[in-house]
């Protein structure tokens, strides 16, 4: 133990002004060498000797200029000691090669070079190894607003330091927009997926917020030019307008808290020079342009209601882009939409071209499309039940709300924004609002801004109580009052089907929660809801009885049970029967 009680001393003598180069290596030697004892290393030893090496690291790094010493000094302090000391100007890049032997490359690290004009250059070549995380790690811990008002903050982003930056952040996005057959372009041919990741906030707009000064050289670029467009008009700030109008304050909040946290805006000339990208001309010769092209107009459409001016920018440039993504894609062939698409597929698609058509064919189809959409099931819980909870005392929700409140709205809602374009025929629209259903026809009633044509049409047609048409799911108290309850509760089950988040669920755990339920009610629901309900009583009960003691049922039981989410669904009774069918061949085939 004498040995780790002299660590002090040595770290005095390492710092010592009259210290002779001659006693450097031994210095070195018992700072650098681990403190062994018989039964191994000491834990408390060591820690006694890193404390000491780290404090006598500065001084030994000013005086040490062998290459071994100083190798040996540098490949035993962390990757945060040696970001500090680059920073301080005792790291330099002539370390490098012993420090990326003994550990990964670190933001931090390049950082630290880069502090020093010198070592610009040292600093831009290591970028190339790091990844688009990392990237985006240097320039938001070099970024002077992470740093308190009191304290120093740095000098600004050497420029060549933004050109690497801008190089390996934005290289693998513009590759991709110059090549439509790579692999990456795959996501746009599923419906479920998006855009490429490319598309998403990434180290592109990072290091673009980081020099906002450049951006309009940046977009003539003749590489990286697509790519710095694509990325300012997906994440770029929306400039805020000046015009001494009067605004609510809270919205002025917010749209001040918006703009701080998206960075700068993309205004004037540059807004200009972006609109070669707006419409995605990458886009227009992808395969399986069913889904690619809709992809496309989703993304167009983002764009104009992020930035609406980009539609007087730009007005037949995107008209042109509506029309070819519908007539190459087939986006509003009905059989494929009804079969493929679902209820916000279509809608989107809907307020899309009601936003950047002027087509009159195609928005009169889409106001067609809308109406292959299934009918909405409007479904109201009984007071302390289902998602959205109200006590009995409070007031219920009106059918409009309850028809946004299960996202049901969407189909009335793209069906108005289409009355809202001038170029939709009026006929297309009226035409169909018989088809709606009435509570569907109440909402509109209740919308403001809209078409004072559209208004009158559809008051004309709404229910005078829409309160009937809403299914109201009652409490066995309630059904208690009822002559039937059991058919109360068929009712239910038979109203039409939708395929809205909540609206099925609902109805079928008002049956399962019901007393009144038997077990033909129980037959028609899906298996997954009185399996796994919150009380499976009944089902272990019929379980029970249809298994028995055959052991060929109970293993019919388990395989119609392990059913994965790519399955089709299928009932409580179907489940049984199947349990039943494996019961009565298995005395056959032993026969």
Known sequence: MMKARTYPLWQQLAVAENLPDEALPTVINVLCT??????????????????????????????????????????????????????????????????????????????????HPHQVDDAVNLLRHLSGHDLESIVQRWNPTRYGPDAASPPPLPARLVDGFLKYALTPFALLLADPGREDWDTCQRLDFGMPHQFDEGPGWTVLAACPDRWLILTADPVLGPAVQHVLLDHAAVEQPHDGAPNDADSDAEALIAGAAAGPALTGDVLQACLPALCLPEMAGLRKPSVSAAHRLNRIADRIRKRPRLLELAADQVHAAADECVRRGRLLAAPRASKTAKRHTVSDLAENLALLSINPSHLAKACALLLRLPQPAVVSDPPGTGRYLFTAGAERPTPAQLLERDYQHQRVAALTALAGNP???????????????????????????????????????????????????LTDDELDQHPDPGRVLQSWLDAPRTDSLWSSGNVYQAVLRSRHRTLDHLRQLPAGEVVTGSDPSDALTHLLAQCGNQPECWTALSVALDRGPTDD?????????????????APAAAV
Not at 67 to 82: A, E, M, P, V
Not at 434 to 454: K, R, Y
Not at 569 to 585: M, N, P
């Open 569 to 585: 669904e299928i009932t409580f009774g179907q489940l049984l029967d199947s349990i039943q069918c494996a019961g009565t061949s």
């Open 423 to 473: 170029h939709t025929p009026r006929a297309a629209v009226t035409d169909a609002l018989p088809a709606l259903h009435p509570v569907e026809l109440s909402w509109i009633c209740q919308q403001n801004g809209i078409p004072d044509w559209l208004h009158s049409a559809a008051a004309a047609l709404a229910p005078v109580d829409d309160e009937t048409a809403v299914l109201r799911l």
């Open 34 to 115: 681990p403190a062994l004892f018989p039964h191994g290393v000491d834990s408390r030893s060591e820690e006694w000797r890193r404390e000491a090496r780290d404090a006598a690291l500065p001084t030994l790094l000013q005086r040490v200029s062998d290459r071994s010493l100083r190798d040996r000094l540098l490949q035993q302090t962390d990757d945060r000691k040696i970001a500090v000391l680059a920073e301080q100007g005792l790291v330099a890049s002539a370390d490098l090669p012993a420090i990326l032997a003994a550990r990964l490359l670190t933001p931090e690290l390049v950082i630290g070079l880069a502090r």
